[in-house]
């Protein structure tokens, strides 16, 4: 099956700073990549589709200038969390499709803790 | 908008089966998908419908029917590793977001 990364795992920092959050396509080229959070015992909540070289398509509700994402290349694409605070701590997981499959294959999550 | 209505919670023994129902409101209906997310990991593929019916795979089955919007998973044989939340998800075409129920943690006892 399709391979998707996510680095790091875990993070902890500091509220105020800003955390960077990678995922990769690494036996595929993927034009769209999907953003989730996660909180504990819930639902995936999608945040945003990562659209390559072009602006990132963000849900209702979700700040576009808190969460920055960066989809520079077809096998990468990139979250900030800008300007952190505890209540951004979160399982974020980033996730991918093959082109013409209707799975989608996700990353192993990034769990953020803001102090 | 979209909502998918799941069971919160089931439980079983080992060797059992297990049925999870999922009810969904949607527009642009393509598919129903299921997932399987032990406690710290991340979601894993388990079945896609987009025609009525049902689709085997080993110990687990997904119904769907698109007259009703509604659709089901069935865990087969239940193992102890089976343990875990399950979520149905709605999707566009291939290549789109998938938006999730809200999960049903199963929880299998020996």
């Known amino acids: 099956g399709a391979v998707v990364s996510q680095h790091p795992s875990w993070v902890i920092c500091k509220s105020g700073t800003s955390v960077k959050i990678e995922c990769r396509s690494l036996?595929?080229?993927?034009?769209?990549m999907f953003w989730y959070r996660q909180f504990p015992k819930q639902s995936l909540m999608l945040m945003a589709t990562?659209?390559?070289?072009?602006?990132?398509?963000?849900e209702q509700g979700v700040e576009k200038d808190k969460f920055l994402i960066n989809h520079a290349s077809l096998t990468l694409s990139t979250l900030t969390v800008t300007s952190a605070h505890p209540e951004d701590s979160s399982f974020y997981i980033c996730?991918?499709?093959?082109?013409?499959?209707?799975?989608?294959?996700f990353g192993s999550g990034t769990q953020l803790s803001v102090l | 908008g979209q909502s998918l209505e799941q069971p919160s919670e089931v439980t079983a023994v080992e060797g059992a089966i297990v049925q999870i129902n999922c009810t969904y409101q949607?527009?642009?209906?393509?598919?129903l998908s299921w997932y399987q997310q032990h406690d710290g990991g991340a979601p894993t593929f388990l079945s896609y419908n987009a025609l009525d019916g049902l689709e085997e795979t080993g110990r687990f089955s997904s119904f769907l029917s698109r007259s009703d919007s509604y659709g089901y998973l069935l865990l087969q044989e239940l193992q102890m590793k089976d343990s875990a939340s399950y979520f149905c998800?709605?999707?566009?075409?291939?290549?789109?977001?998938?938006?999730f129920g809200k999960g049903t943690t199963l929880s299998v006892s020996s």
């Open positions: 949607t527009s642009g209906f393509y598919g």
């Open positions: 998800a709605v999707g566009g075409q291939a290549g789109t977001a998938l938006i």
């Open positions: 990562s659209n390559e070289g072009s602006k990132a398509t963000y």
């Open positions: 996730s991918a499709s093959p082109p013409g499959l209707e799975k989608l294959f």
């Open positions: 036996d595929f080229q993927a034009t769209t």
